[in-house]
């Protein structure tokens, strides 16, 4: 049994940017032919303009330091989008 | 002997000649590998362990690799010619109408034609990803499933989902028989039906009733 986590096609709900995060667990045989699969929604990343959270969907309790350490690719994403929202003071 | 004894004999030759070629099995295996942008493989036709025909399917060249033609001068001859060729082709389409009225005798000539088809080894391996792994997953059920449905889920057939990206790579071999007499009769059955010969005709010459 092999177990990854990815992440799932970004959906766009009016101003907020939705990252869902999904754990993938593969049945596999020795020789590496796949048997079957499932998915579990573990949580989802928000990006809203001037804030970003994570929402959890499972009952474990899911920050948004714990999200970006089991898929560090939402990192660029939550650090661009507080890149674009930081006031620059001179 | 007589002349007449000797052609009877002949013919008699031919006949028995062309009942063989009709009942002997003939064995088709078919290879295809798709590594990347490129699908390559190979094919062949055996009878009575003589091999008919043999060849293999070239790599396609990739897309970096095609080269875009200059647009050459419009010319009135290739215009006109081009036109003909697609009043021809529009000709040639089958009307609508009696595609659909032999479409019930073309399903019983096409399940003929497979009954005439022995499947003696089929497998294969499907690497499928696509850009969201949800969707990668319900497309590899949906495979499944319909693996499953056709009956082909004791076969060696193995979807392999991939889930770090849209991909597809596989291959595929396959090694059936069939005797030619099976296929010949659907075929002559096919043409006793009046709607797939009105079909044939309209497609082989244009002619609409």
Known sequence: METEIRVGKELLAESRMLYPLVRISILKMIDGKVLGCWLTPLAMLVIEPGEQYSVSLTEEEMNLETVLDLAPCLRTVVERARGIHRIKVS | ?209
């Open chain 2, 1 to 209: 002997m007589d002349l007449i004894s000797i052609i009877s004999a002949m013919v008699l030759i031919l006949i028995i000649l062309c009942l063989m070629l009709l009942i002997v099995p003939v064995h088709l295996y078919l290879e295809l590998c798709k590594d990347g942008p490129s699908i390559v493989g190979c094919y062949g036709i055996t009878c009575l362990g003589i091999t008919l025909k043999r060849g293999s399917i070239p790599p396609t060249p990739s897309e970096g690799n095609v080269t875009v033609k200059e647009p050459e001068r419009e010319d009135n001859r290739d215009n006109s010619e081009q036109e003909e060729r697609q009043r021809q082709d529009q000709k040639r389409l089958p009307n609508p109408r009696s595609l659909l009225d032999a479409f019930p005798a073309i399903v019983h000539v096409l399940k003929d034609l497979i009954r005439s088809i022995k499947f003696e080894k089929i497998g294969g391996r499907l690497c499928i990803g696509l850009d969201d792994p949800v969707d990668t997953a319900v497309m590899s059920g949906y495979l499944w499933s319909a693996l499953s449905a056709v009956g082909l889920h004791r076969a060696n057939i193995f979807i392999e989902p991939y889930f770090g990206g849209a991909r597809l790579e596989g291959d595929f071999r396959a090694e059936l028989q069939s005797r030619v007499l099976w296929a010949f009769m659907a075929m002559l059955r096919a043409l006793g039906e009046k709607k797939i010969r009105r079909l044939m005709m309209e497609m082989a010459w244009g002619v609409r009733a």
